[in-house]
């Protein structure tokens, strides 16, 4: 079975632009969840999501959203982009919420 | 809140020699707790995991026990290869949290 993908690997944005990471979630998983990885906060929660719908939400800005498909795939989305923001962001998916996760190999964001 | 405290790092070990990397938590319920590893310019994989109270996690040689007294969950294996090298993650899950929190990670060098 196909773990789970994320799609770009690599991006490398400007301050001020917005940017649309994609998460495909193991098949039959329904509930996928986002964290991002810096050196200096180590891995923080991000949001969940189960059914086309947010269950939970970090500590971040609302510039930091996301949304879920009827196929489970997901996307976040960072708008107005930050020199912070550079991170790796991590998806995870699992077949229902409480259940195990399952990491994908990330997308590495650059922000110039 | 939840929290998890991992030992610091860096470890550097000689093949062949035991490793323990100690994890200790603090948790508002029951968790679940978890191993993920890292490799250079991966994601997460999942290593072990226990779900209840003196459940002994295992994979790939490395071992962890669920200690509810202690509240503690330390990795150990017996003989290390230089594949070993990475990070390692203690995580935990409280159901109705809806999130795994995780330690800063202990980066792990195998010398041969």
């Known amino acids: 079975k196909a773990g789970v993908t994320q799609t770009p690997r690599y991006l490398i944005k400007t301050r001020g632009q917005q940017v649309t990471l994609s998460c495909s979630p193991i098949s039959g998983h329904r509930s996928v969840s986002w964290y991002q990885q810096t050196p200096g906060q180590g891995l923080q929660f991000l949001f969940e999501y189960f059914s086309e719908t947010q269950r939970n939400k970090g500590n971040f800005p609302g510039r930091f959203s996301g949304r879920q498909f009827s196929n489970s795939r997901s996307e976040m989305n960072v708008s107005t982009l930050e020199l912070g923001d550079s991170a790796l962001y991590l998806c995870a998916s699992s077949l229902e919420p409480a259940d195990t996760q399952y990491f994908g190999p990330g997308t590495r964001l650059t922000v110039l | 809140g939840n929290s998890v405290t991992q030992m610091e790092g860096p470890v550097t070990l000689s093949e062949e020699a035991f490793l323990t990397i100690n994890c200790t938590y603090t948790?508002?319920?029951?968790?679940?707790l978890f191993w993920y590893v890292q490799y250079p310019g991966e994601g997460l994989q999942l290593l072990l995991k226990?779900?209840?109270?003196?459940d002994k996690g295992s994979n790939k040689g490395f071992e962890a026990t669920y200690r509810k007294e202690t509240t503690s969950f330390h990795l150990e294996k017996g003989s290390v290869q230089v594949s070993d090298s990475a990070v390692y993650f203690c995580?935990?899950?409280?159901?109705?949290?809806?999130?795994?929190?995780f330690g800063t990670g202990t980066r792990l060098t195998i010398i041969p």
């Open positions: 226990a779900t209840k109270a003196d």
């Open positions: 948790a508002t319920g029951y968790p679940s």
């Open positions: 995580a935990l899950y409280v159901f109705g949290n809806e999130k795994l929190t």
